[in-house]
């Protein structure tokens, strides 16, 4: 998918990008690819791919999920910082905060924000268990999500103490998200959410199957959770 095809894409879905956003994601490109040379942020580097499988996919969340209608996003595990920063661009009144475990990645994406002139975008170094405890971010976004970052019954427990009751969490899984929904049923109950909508497409061009789960935030996840660092991760609740 080349810049051209994927304006065209985004305006098919109603998303008709401005020449500064335009410009923004041809930046964002530009610097994925200059400082991937002195880490390891992606391992797709051309612009087709990068188009399509980072930027088109990371936007392909608000197709089905209505952005225009929250404020707050918080991203876990974004690496580069997908999807949230995608959104970002298309939906510049989002305030975003973005969660990850290694420092270097956060270098990146303050000095990617500021390339890109974003503003109400904050990126914080932590473990998503510790980040979850704390009070200045529990319970407190309208929206949580994450793309690619660990099966769905470990997701929910990184991903819903985060959200605010009435809020939600939005996961974007590729083909086997059905197989680890029917895993993460007692961890989304237990952790306070229900599935509110499910869909299932395909990313145009490559036609690879996609995934994308809407959870509401029903009721306050319990204190207990997230448990510490690496635990959800070696013994998911079941």
């Known amino acids: 998918m080349n810049e051209q095809q994927f304006i065209e894409a985004l305006k098919e879905k109603g998303i008709e990008l401005t020449d500064t956003q335009i410009a923004q994601f041809n930046k964002y490109f530009e610097l994925l690819v200059e400082w991937n040379e002195k880490m390891n942020l992606t391992a797709i580097t051309d612009l087709e791919g990068v188009y399509l499988k980072h930027f088109y996919d990371s936007i392909s969340a608000s197709f089905y999920f209505d952005f225009t209608q929250v404020t707050t996003v918080c991203d876990v595990g974004a690496g580069a910082g997908f999807p949230s920063l995608p959104i970002k661009i298309c939906f510049p009144h989002l305030h975003i905060t ?12 303050n000095h990617l924000s ?38 769905l019954s470990v997701l929910s427990e990184l991903c819903l103490p985060l959200a605010k009751q009435g809020g939600y969490f939005v996961a974007l899984k590729a083909a086997a998200g059905s197989e ?26 490559e036609e690879s199957e996609r995934s994308l789960y809407v959870f509401d935030k029903i009721k306050a996840t319990p204190k207990k959770y997230p448990r510490k660092p690496g635990l959800p991760n070696k013994t998911p609740i079941q």
Request: a negative charge; hydrophobic letters at 45%; charged letters at 30%.
């Open 180 to 205: 680890e929904l029917k895993d993460a049923k007692k961890a989304i109950a237990t952790l306070g959410a229900s599935l509110k909508e499910e869909f299932a497409f395909h990313l145009p061009v």
């Open 98 to 109: 973005i969660v990850d475990s290694l420092n270097k990645r956060i270098t990146f994406l």
């Open 114 to 151: 500021e390339e890109l002139g974003l503003e109400n975008v904050s990126f914080v170094h932590s473990r998503a268990e510790d980040f979850g405890q704390n009070s200045k971010y529990r319970e407190q976004f309208d929206v949580v999500t994450a793309r690619a970052v660990a099966r």
